[in-house]
């Protein structure tokens, strides 16, 4: 596969943080703020079923496993990794395009598919969102009641596992409870300041 390389400067921003965090909050926060360089936010393909409210092609890519394993096999993806039992894909033409035209790319991802992106492309910069406290996120988790008993119980296994990850990344938000607009205010200072100190980083994937 040949290698892309990004306009200098564009940057690759990952969000990640354990299920439950906020992350779908943030970035729908982060899409109603004005930002000194143009957002593309990529949309995830996913075999998870649509949860209500969920729009197809704008929540997220909904494949059927089939069709989601011959795009990973056609190597149509950034990484893409199970999670929950379900598997999630960053589509990389979606990337690739928007680096190339000199925007940054907004990358909501697992930790799983975070860690993929840290090895791959070490010029991506990555955030990670925790919640105030494990219980806060056990609360949230269960409050939003779109997952049956037994998925809420991996989720909850896997937010301790995935909370301990914190420290590979580049930077630690805490999304406190209520206060999405100061969280999305946050995310945007470091991306800013990125940009300072790193005015001329290329992404290469």
């Known amino acids: 596969m040949t290698e892309s390389t990004s306009r200098p400067g564009a940057q690759l921003v990952v969000i990640s943080g354990p ?6 909050t943030i970035i729908e926060a982060l899409k109603e703020r004005t930002h000194e360089r143009e957002y593309h936010y990529v949309v995830t393909c ?11 092609g704008t929540s997220y890519h909904f494949l059927d ?3 989601f394993r011959a795009m990973r096999d056609a190597g149509e993806f950034l990484e893409a990794n199970e999670v929950h039992g ?22 909501k991802i697992d930790v799983q598919g975070a860690q993929v992106i840290k090895e791959t492309v070490p010029e991506a ?3 990670f969102l925790v919640p ?3 219980e806060d996120l056990f609360h949230r988790l269960r409050s939003r009641a779109t997952e049956s008993v037994d998925e809420l119980e991996l989720r909850q296994r896997n937010a301790a ?5 914190q420290d590979d990344y580049d930077y630690v938000v805490l999304n406190e409870t209520g206060e999405v607009e100061r969280t999305a205010e946050r ?8 940009h300072r100190r790193h005015p001329d980083r290329v992404v290469r994937l």
């Open 19 to 24: 299920s439950g965090v906020g992350k779908d």
């Open 65 to 67: 496993p089939k069709r």
């Open 86 to 107: 379900r598997w999630y894909g960053t589509p990389r033409a979606q990337v690739q395009e928007a680096l190339a035209a000199g925007r940054d790319v907004i990358l």
């Open 161 to 165: 596992i995935e909370l301990a990850r």
């Open 132 to 134: 105030p406290s494990l």
């Open 125 to 127: 910069l990555l955030i």
């Open 187 to 194: 995310i945007d200072e470091i991306i800013a300041e990125e």
């Open 46 to 56: 996913t075999t998870r079923p649509r949860r209500p409210g969920e729009v197809d």
